[in-house]
């Protein structure tokens, strides 16, 4: 909008580069450009501001596919007005003079014109098509046809517009439609999740049996071993008992065949002792049977005294030695 003041009476108008003034007084027109500054009377003056600026319409309209299936189709037309003079020949673009604001809402019109071109179009092109392949295709078939479509639409030439650019944002179909398509894909990606949880699974299951096994062959292997160590020890133990019972035989012989030996050095000692003494005795019994009784009762007396207490002095009377004189067969002392 152009930016008016005012000063004694006067009008001072000041627009943007991007807005065509068109300026007429009295059926004249006096100034004609983008981004003019002039002063005017506004009982005198017919103004008019047209945009020439590039523009953005965004439109949404719903349209029926093939299957008879509804969609909405959401796109935007860039244009602009190239031709200032006609657009506002054909269209509205006047502007209050005191104000500067629009009378008339030319944009409306014209954004009115570029939707219904555009979803004529639109709807020519989807009522061919079915619904899964307008969604998968849909977008750059509508934009080629609603390009070409503004491009041939005669309308706009004459009001001075070009289209710039077409952009359809999207094509979707009804809510539950739509839930209804991702059914499926939904399903696959959730059996693809679920296969992979089972895989995950199996791997985790298949790791653990291995693990199981791996410790199962380990404590078997420990048994074997284990059991290799107690016949080892059994071996050990037993070879050792033989070995002790070998070393116990042969010391029991030695033994045995020492104490035989003892046994026999003791016997013929004993036997040479006997027979020594059997002939001492003898040789004694043959000293003592050649001599007379005397002597053999002097000897008596003689192993008497040897066995007797141990006395200092001895006290006989003439009787007793007489006695005992007479006994051993001796004359008297006194004799």
Same mark, same amino acid.
């Given at each position: 909008m152009a930016d008016i003041t005012r000063r004694f009476g006067w009008r001072h108008l000041r627009?943007?580069?991007?807005?065509?003034?068109?300026?007429?007084?009295r059926g004249k027109l006096t100034h004609d450009g983008a981004g003019l500054s002039f002063?005017?009377?506004?009982?005198?003056?017919?103004?008019?501001?047209?945009?020439?600026?590039?523009?953005?319409?965004?439109?949404?309209?719903?349209?029926?596919?093939?299957?008879?299936q509804d969609?909405?189709?959401?796109?935007?037309?860039?244009?602009?007005?190239?031709?200032?003079?006609e657009a506002a020949a054909r269209l509205d673009f006047s502007?209050?003079?005191?104000?500067?604001?629009?009378?008339?809402?030319?944009?409306?019109?014209?954004? #009115?014109?570029?939707?219904?071109?555009?979803?004529?179009?639109?709807?020519?092109?989807?009522?061919?098509?079915?619904?899964?392949?307008?969604?998968?295709?849909?977008?750059?078939?509508?934009?080629?046809?609603?390009? #070409?479509?503004?491009?041939?639409?005669?309308?706009?030439?004459?009001?001075g517009i070009d289209v710039v650019a077409v952009r359809v944002v999207a094509i979707r179909p009804e809510a539950e439609v739509e839930r209804a398509l991702r059914t499926p894909a939904r399903e696959q990606i959730q059996q693809e999740a679920d296969r992979a949880t089972y895989e995950r699974r199996a791997v985790a299951v298949e790791r653990e049996r291995t693990i199981?096994?791996?410790?199962?062959?380990s404590q078997i292997e420990l048994a074997r071993r284990e059991e290799q160590l107690v016949e080892q020890r059994g071996t050990n133990s037993r070879r050792e008992a033989e070995e002790s019972a070998a070393a116990d035989g042969v010391r029991a012989e030695a033994e045995a065949a020492r104490?035989?030996?003892?046994?026999?050095?003791?016997?013929?000692?004993?036997?040479?002792?006997?027979?020594?003494?059997?002939?001492?005795?003898?040789?004694?019994?043959?000293?003592?049977?050649?001599?007379?009784a005397a002597t053999l009762h002097a000897l008596a007396a003689t192993r008497l005294a040897e066995n007797l207490p141990h006395i200092d002095s001895l006290t006989l009377s003439p009787d007793v030695l007489t006695g005992l004189l007479s006994k051993l067969g001796r004359p008297e002392a006194g004799a």
């Open positions: 627009s943007a580069p991007t807005a065509h003034i068109r300026h007429h007084r002063w005017y009377r506004s009982l005198s003056a017919a103004l008019s501001e047209v945009p020439v600026n590039d523009r953005e319409l965004a439109m949404a309209f719903h349209a029926r596919t093939a299957d008879f969609v909405t189709v959401q796109a935007t037309v860039t244009y602009r007005i190239s031709d200032p003079a502007v209050d003079p005191d104000t500067g604001a629009w009378r008339g809402a030319p944009l409306e019109q014209i954004a #009115t014109l570029l939707t219904e071109t555009a979803q004529q179009h639109t709807l020519d092109v989807l009522a061919r098509t079915p619904l899964a392949a307008a969604l998968v295709d849909g977008v750059a078939a509508v934009r080629e046809r609603v390009a #070409t479509g503004l491009a041939a639409e005669p309308r706009l030439p004459a009001t199981a096994e791996n410790e199962l062959a104490t035989v030996r003892l046994a026999g050095a003791e016997a013929e000692a004993a036997r040479q002792v006997g027979a020594a003494r059997a002939e001492a005795q003898a040789a004694w019994l043959r000293a003592h049977g050649e001599v007379d």
